[in-house]
Structure formats: structure tokens, C-alpha cells
């Protein structure tokens, strides 16, 4: 996979980077497989440009048929060439090949047809009739309208749902988009650039892509006063600062941040089926998932039980080349994210936990950001690596003393994203209704689908993405009132 470096798309071009280009690595072998356009500031300041022109002054925000068709155009000319797009997955995201069969390929693509459909059935205007607030007759209409540039900044561990969950509700809600992807995943952004330029109708300007070795690309489209959207996915601590610097021009930001989300079995649910679950939810893609549940809560009566069932499970998963079909957990994205991995389990036994299985360097795999699946045991919540988010294949298990414990102990959390909880009926229920989370698995039920709004409470976010909630996160509200002559009321 190498070649010639890839473009951004600005106004509608395929065009080289301003600062040259820069490697894209493959954490599995730890080998550059080609390079990307580096964007500079003049090039996200074209980019913005652009987008704000395709905005004000053609009929895109107007024209929900030609976005729709848009939409649509690109899910197909995406899935025309969704094996070219498996392998960049496979080799620039190290996301293991079964996975872009689901949630890192497929399913974003074809989900692109939600926000299209939404689009078509949209109630856009919404007629409230006649009435007399303060004595003066009025027709009252409420009409739904885009914001017009969104800012769209993006993470690695998931890219492809991450850009279409953005792009798709923002450009089918009738906005113009800057997409500014992670530095470590250029090519899966570039490659959607580059079918967008070639095999779609979307007006230049209407989706421009500016890839970047510099995360300060990032910092400037939050700045910006043309943009009027940033719709950011990414660590709580960035969340912040684009936060602060959108505060400046007073932009809508929606934030998709990190978690620690729980995951709690009750006293009366099948332990060792629910530890199976744990452990592989969080050694899929080597833990790279905000969403994942990163700390296990389990009646203190089975903890020894407990942990020999979730090392079990965990001892079953393919950890490995992600070329391999049984491969469930790959390598980590970087040199610099296995190290902060590791870091999190020196932690862990500085803090007087220890391994229940893991905590290094899978045996054999002397190349590639690998680290085991780790089950770490022996600490409380209140533990550094029980808190903040490790975003690894590590589990820490914590002990409860029932059902008012573990519902005190999962909601001790900076974070919100997601939380599960095993148990029989009644009681997993009643837990749902009081976890702070966003979203809730009862029994292993599945929330993720392009139908359902996603999104954290507390500092894992603000607003929701997919879903009509996502969908509405990208339109502006505005109130009609005409003066009625004569009306009686
Ligand atoms: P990150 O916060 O380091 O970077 C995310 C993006 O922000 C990148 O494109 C980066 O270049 C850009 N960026 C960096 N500094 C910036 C700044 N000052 N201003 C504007 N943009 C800036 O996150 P990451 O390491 O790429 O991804 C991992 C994190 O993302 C984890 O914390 C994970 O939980 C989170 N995440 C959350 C969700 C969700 O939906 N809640 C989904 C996926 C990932």
C-alpha cells in the first residue's frame, strides 16, 4: 500500500497538502504503508472558506431532494468500493477484519441511508395555527433550518462510523462540512475525499476534508468565526479546549467524549455468562472503544469466582494480526497509546492491584502496538485505573454488596457514555432507570443502530449523534409569526 501521497478535498478538488504529506503507519507491523496530504492552516482556511461560500450562496441548505440523492450516491459508491476500503481499515486502524464486517465499515456506510431517509421525511415546517398571544392575531410557523458550517473533528478507533455519523445528519440536515480527521487514520478520511470528488454530485464546497499531521488544524476549525457547528468526538480533555475556544464565537458544539461505563452483574444472574460478555467487549479492538465497559462490578461473595471466569473468557480471545477472520483484538493505534496503556498498568500495581491475567506484551508478537487482554484485580473505585479512561483491553473488577452498592459505585464516575447490567428482570431494570448513562445494555441487548441517539451524560459529552436526536443536533429553530388582519379570537 504505497504510492503517491492522498489529497484533501477543497471546493469540490482533490488537491496536495500545503505542509507536503506525512506517513500513515500500520500498528500491526509498525511499518509506514504510504503517506497522506498534510493540510496546513491556509488549506483549512480554504477549506472553510469553501464551505461557507457552498453555503450562502447556492441552494444546497434548500434542496433536501439533491441531498438526499447525494446521500445515497455516496453509501453506494462507498459500498462499490468497500473491499479497497476493508484493507485500509484493516491496515491503517489495525481494526480486526471481522469488525469492518459490523461497526467499523459496513454498518456506518449503510447507516448513511438513515439521515437521508430522515431528510425526506422531515416535518421541516410546522404549522401552529392561529392565535393571539398579547391580543395580536398571528399565524405561527416553526421552521427547522441548517446552522451552516459544520466543523467536524474526528478520532481513530472507530473512523469510519465516527465521519458518517457526523457528515451524514449534518450534510442531510442541509449544513456544509470541514472534516478534520485523526492524524493516525488520514487514509480511511482520504479515500472518502476521494470517491466523494469522483463518483458523487456533491456541489464543491459542500464536504471539503482536510487531513493533518497537526492536531492544531483541530484547534483552528473549533476557532474559527466562519464555522457555526463543532461537532467534535474525542477525549474529555480535548472536548474541553475546543469547548473553550468555540466559546469564543459562541458555536454550537457537540461533544462525544470518553467513558469508564460499568458493567454490573447482579447477584442473581448467570455469572460466568456475563464474564464471557465482559471480557470480550472489552478486548474487542484492544479496548479502543469509548463506549466499551472498562470496569466490572460483581457480588463480593463470587470476586475470586468472578475473576477466574473473565480470565477464562479472556484467555479464548484471538489477539493478533487483525488480517485473521478470528482476530478480536488487534494492536493499539500507536507507540504512543500502548505506552500510556502501559503506563495505566504500572499504575495499577503501584496502586496494590495485581494481574489477574495479562498486563504486558502478548507471547510472539515482537512487532506491532500489542498489549494482552489484562484483568485487573484487588483495587476499589476509588483507584487512578478504576476512573480515568485506560482506552486498552484492561478490566478492572470491583466488588459490590448489592444492588443499592453497585448502583452507587458505577454512578461514582466523572463519566456517563454507556453501562451494562446483568440480572434478572425486574432488578436489571430498575437498575437501568438510575445508571447515569447514556446508554444502557439490560441482559446483553444491543443499543448501537443508526435509529438510536448515542451520547454521554456528564463529561462524556453534550448532545447525541445518530438517531433523529442526531439528527436535530444540526438544525437551527426558527419561529414565523405573520400578523393576521382581522382575525377573530
Ligand atoms: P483526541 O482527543 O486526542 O483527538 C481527537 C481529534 O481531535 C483528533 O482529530 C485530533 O487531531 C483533534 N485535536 C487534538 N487537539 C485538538 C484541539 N486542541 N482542538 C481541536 N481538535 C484537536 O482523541 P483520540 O486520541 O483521537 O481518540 C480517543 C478518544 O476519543 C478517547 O478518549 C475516546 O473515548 C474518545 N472517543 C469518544 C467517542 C464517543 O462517541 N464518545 C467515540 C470514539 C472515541
Redesign the pocket.
Known amino acids: 500500500m504505497t504510492g503517491a501521497p492522498t489529497q484533501l478535498l477543497i471546493d469540490g478538488a482533490l488537491v496536495a497538502g500545503g505542509g507536503g504529506a506525512f506517513d500513515t503507519v500500520n500498528p500491526a507491523t509498525e511499518e509506514a504503508i504510504g503517506a497522506a496530504a498534510d493540510g496546513d492552516a491556509a488549506d483549512l482556511d480554504r477549506a472553510i472558506a469553501a464551505a461557507r461560500t457552498a453555503f450562502d450562496t447556492s441552494d444546497w441548505g434548500r434542496d433536501t431532494a439533491l441531498r438526499v440523492h447525494c446521500l445515497r450516491q455516496l453509501r453506494d459508491a462507498l459500498n462499490d468500493e468497500i473491499e479497497t476500503l476493508r484493507e485500509i481499515t484493516i491496515a491503517e486502524v489495525g481494526a480486526p477484519r471481522s469488525l469492518t464486517y459490523r461497526g467499523q465499515l459496513q454498518t456506518p456506510v449503510d447507516d448513511l441511508g438513515f439521515p437521508a431517509a430522515t431528510a425526506e421525511s422531515y416535518p421541516w415546517q410546522v404549522d401552529l395555527g392561529v392565535a393571539a398571544p398579547m391580543g395580536i392575531a398571528t399565524a405561527r410557523t416553526v421552521v427547522r433550518e441548517p446552522f451552516g458550517v459544520v466543523g467536524a473533528?474526528?478520532?481513530?478507533?472507530?473512523p469510519h462510523?465516527?465521519t458518517f455519523a457526523k457528515i451524514g445528519p449534518a450534510l442531510a440536515a442541509g449544513n456544509t462540512v470541514v472534516l478534520?480527521?485523526?492524524?493516525?487514520t488520514p487514509w480511511c478520511a482520504a479515500e472518502v475525499g476521494r470517491i466523494i470528488a469522483e463518483k458523487t454530485d456533491f456541489p464543491p464546497g459542500v464536504v471539503n476534508i482536510v487531513t493533518?499531521s497537526d492536531?492544531?488544524?483541530?484547534?483552528q476549525?473549533?476557532q474559527d468565526p466562519r464555522v457555526d457547528v463543532v461537532s467534535?468526538?474525542?477525549?474529555?480533555?480535548?472536548?474541553r479546549?475546543?469547548m473553550t475556544?468555540a466559546a469564543q464565537t459562541i458555536k454550537k458544539v457537540f461533544l462525544?467524549?470518553?467513558?469508564k461505563s460499568a458493567f454490573v452483574i447482579l447477584d442473581d444472574a448467570e455469572l460466568s455468562a456475563a464474564c464471557a460478555a465482559a471480557a470480550s467487549t472489552v478486548a474487542m479492538h484492544a479496548g479502543?472503544?469509548?463506549?466499551l465497559t472498562t470496569r466490572l462490578l460483581v457480588p463480593r461473595e463470587r470476586y475470586g469466582e468472578a475473576l477466574d471466569a473473565v480470565a477464562a473468557a479472556m484467555s479464548r480471545v484471538a489477539v493478533g494480526d487483525p488480517n485473521d477472520p478470528k482476530t478480536l483484538c488487534g494492536p493499539l493505534?500507536s507507540a504512543k497509546?500502548r505506552d500510556r496503556v502501559q503506563s495505566y498498568l504500572d499504575l495499577a500495581i503501584a496502586e496494590g492491584g495485581t494481574f489477574h491475567c495479562g498486563g504486558g506484551r502478548p507471547a510472539g508478537l515482537d512487532r506491532g502496538f500489542f498489549i494482552e487482554p489484562t484483568v485487573i484485580a484487588g483495587l476499589t473505585n476509588q483507584a487512578r485505573v478504576a476512573r480515568e479512561?485506560i482506552?486498552g483491553p484492561v478490566l478492572v473488577v470491583l466488588a459490590h454488596d448489592g444492588d443499592a452498592d453497585a448502583l452507587r459505585i458505577a454512578n461514582d464516575s466523572p463519566y456517563g457514555?454507556s453501562a451494562t447490567v446483568f440480572g434478572s428482570a425486574e432488578r436489571a431494570a430498575r437498575m437501568a432507570s438510575q445508571l447515569r448513562a447514556g446508554t444502557v445494555n439490560v441482559n446483553g441487548g444491543m443499543w448501537y443502530s443508526a435509529d438510536v441517539p448515542?451520547?454521554?451524560y456528564k463529561q462524556?459529552?453534550v448532545g447525541r449523534?445518530m438517531g433523529l436526536a442526531g439528527f436535530e443536533e444540526y438544525l437551527e429553530t426558527k419561529v414565523v409569526a405573520t400578523a393576521v388582519p382581522g382575525a377573530q379570537h
Open positions: 473533528i474526528t478520532p481513530w478507533n472507530f462510523q465516527v478534520k480527521p485523526a492524524p493516525d493533518a492536531h492544531r488544524i483541530g484547534a476549525l473549533a467534535f468526538t474525542g477525549s474529555t480533555a480535548t472536548g479546549s475546543v475556544a462525544e467524549l470518553g467513558g479502543q472503544g469509548c463506549a493505534i497509546q479512561e482506552f457514555l448515542f451520547g454521554g462524556s459529552g449523534e
